[in-house]
């Protein structure tokens, strides 16, 4: 138990002035008196913490247990209020070391959900980070590869073009007479590239007779030629023709 002094304003009112007058001997002292002793009765039914929160509802009860009493006296109560509460000094200091304990865990418990909250955001960011990025570089890739293969598409393309428009070329009359050509000026072309290896010239014996070098190009396109031609009249088909 602690001891409290307890310091409160009381209102009231006359209602009947012949039992003020003679329904009790001294009507203000002993709704003076009644106040402290109700006062003292609420109190010792509650807590000290509940004391000092609520005291609106303290101010009601008392007013409520004064009007059954005061009313054979021609008196009602408007009003009560409690205006100063003291305790013991040690009781105050432990009260405050109370409240201040309180405040550093509040404060202690705000900090570390804080640091919890932004630890978790940054490592959501972190996550959030490495997928786009995984994203991104998994979208790279397919676009290489994309590309890429549409690359050799059209290489493939070009390429298929080019042997079918050499075929269409060569099945002509004059097919030959331009292949000839074309072989001569290959061999004629390559032969400029690969002659030269560091600082030594490699020359055939007869390199002075471009018409030999050419010459030797249309022979072997010629060999070639004729064994094309007797490989067709030798198959089942050249036969039937």
């Given amino acids: 138990n602690v001891a409290l002094q307890i310091d409160g304003v009381l209102y009231l009112r006359i209602i009947d002035a012949y039992r003020a007058s003679y329904g009790v001997e001294d009507a203000e002292f002993a709704i003076t008196q009644l106040a402290q002793t109700t006062m003292r009765s609420e109190v010792g039914k509650i807590t000290l913490d509940t004391v000092f929160r609520e005291r609106e509802s303290l101010n009601e009860s008392i007013v409520a247990a004064l009007n059954k009493a005061a009313h054979p006296w021609g008196m009602t109560c408007l009003r ?3 205006r ?3 305790m013991p000094k040690k009781i105050e200091e432990a009260m405050q070391m109370q409240v201040e304990a309180e405040r550093r865990k509040r404060a202690s418990i ?18 959030l980070a490495q997928i786009l990025a995984s994203e991104a570089e998994r979208q790279e890739k397919i676009n290489k590869a994309e590309g890429e293969a549409a690359a050799i598409l059209t290489k493939a393309k070009a390429k298929s073009k080019a042997i079918e428009t050499i075929a269409m070329a060569l099945s002509g009359n004059e097919g030959s007479n331009a292949a000839m050509l074309a072989v001569a000026e290959q061999y004629v072309n390559a032969f400029g590239h690969l002659a030269k290896t ?4 490699i020359v055939p014996a007869d390199a002075a007779n471009v018409c030999n070098i050419v010459g030797q190009a249309l022979t072997v396109y010629k060999s070639l030629t004729e ?4 490989a067709k009249l030798e198959s089942p088909t050249g036969k039937a023709k």
Avoid: R
């Avoid at 705000?110 to 996550?127: C, D, H, P, R, T």
């Avoid at 560091?198 to 010239?201: G, S, V």
């Avoid at 064994?227 to 007797?230: Q, S, T, V």
């Fill in 110 to 127: 705000l900090e570390s959900e804080g640091v919890k909250v932004a630890e978790i955001n940054v490592a959501e960011g972190k996550k």
């Fill in 198 to 201: 560091n600082n030594t010239l």
């Fill in 84 to 86: 100063d509460m003291k």
């Fill in 227 to 230: 064994k094309m031609a007797e």
């Fill in 80 to 82: 009560y209020e409690i």
